[in-house]
């Protein structure tokens, strides 16, 4: 059996910063509310009349990353995208990148797992490579979110959180089973759905609804109950780096670096807080980005390595929670 491993790493956010500051003069709101809650201080949103979308800034990031892999879009044999906000309702954004980098008719797969979308499509990668049906796969993580979002006092729990942005990675084979993905575990919990959903459109129901849709119906817009996700999140998120961690015979003294999906300052901080970890051995960005989703760990994951805090050998845990409920978790040693 084959193992993969990282070879080329890259992201793209949009130029435009909006800060907490820029946000309290749309909404009832502060920066010392947002701060306090989320941790956040700004983030990226997309420019009214900017050609970028989820599948355009993930083309972004994917050529930055093919590029550090020393290879060209000759040498991709499959693509798994991860994304809440595609293009179109369908088709996918993975067929997308596949015509804009001009790449050969290889398959490509859409992972619909909000939050844990990039950990599954991580993992999704890693299984095709081990049972050597490809050799190089780009992953990706992108969300454009700001469109979609409630911009008023009414949707401030929710809208102050999410940011635009995307990452993409190169997954390649190696034969070096002490090197790559070592594990990924992977779980969900639908019972849980409606604590953080977005309920229209749906096929039952979107074309009228489109149609006859007055200003009130807030069905459109995300939904989260905050305090039953935190709550959940803590919970998960400690149980499956545990589940990664003894998987493979190692320990919390083992992490040289944790990178958690960024959802909320305050669950990465409680969740550092019960491991005993240092600040050098956690990445945080969510203050500078706030939470892109399917994107943040591999934005994440991608600056660390570019401000050299990642070494050969190191052994890094990523982590995720979020709508549907699914969480899961990915054990590297770099």
Known sequence: MYHSK???LGFYVPENVVSNEHLSKLMDTTDE????RTGIKERRWIEEGSEDTSAIMGAKASKIAIERAGLTTDDI???????LSPDYYFPGCGVQIQEMLGMKTIGAIDIRNQCS???YALSTADQFIKTGMYKNILVIGSEYHSNGLD???????????FGDGAGACILSRTEDINKGILSSHLHSEGKYADKLIVSSPSIKHWVPE??????????YFPYMDGTFVFKNAIVRFS??????????????SDIDLFIPHQANLRISQFVQHKFKLRDDQVYNNIMNYGNTTAASIIIALTETWEKGKIK????????????GFTWGSVVIRW
Do not use: H, P, Y
């Open 6 to 8: 990282i070879t080329g």
């Open 33 to 36: 509310w947002i701060q306090e």
């Open 77 to 83: 044999d499959f693509i798994v995208f991860a994304t």
């Open 117 to 119: 979308g990039f950990v």
């Open 151 to 161: 911009k008023t006092t009414r949707g401030r729990g929710v809208s102050v959180i």
């Open 210 to 219: 489109i149609i006859d849709s007055s200003g009130e119906d807030i069905s």
């Open 239 to 252: 149980e499956v780096i545990m589940e990664g961690l003894l998987a493979n015979n190692l320990s919390v």
């Open 312 to 323: 050969d050998n190191d052994l890094i845990v990523l982590a995720a929670f979020g709508s």
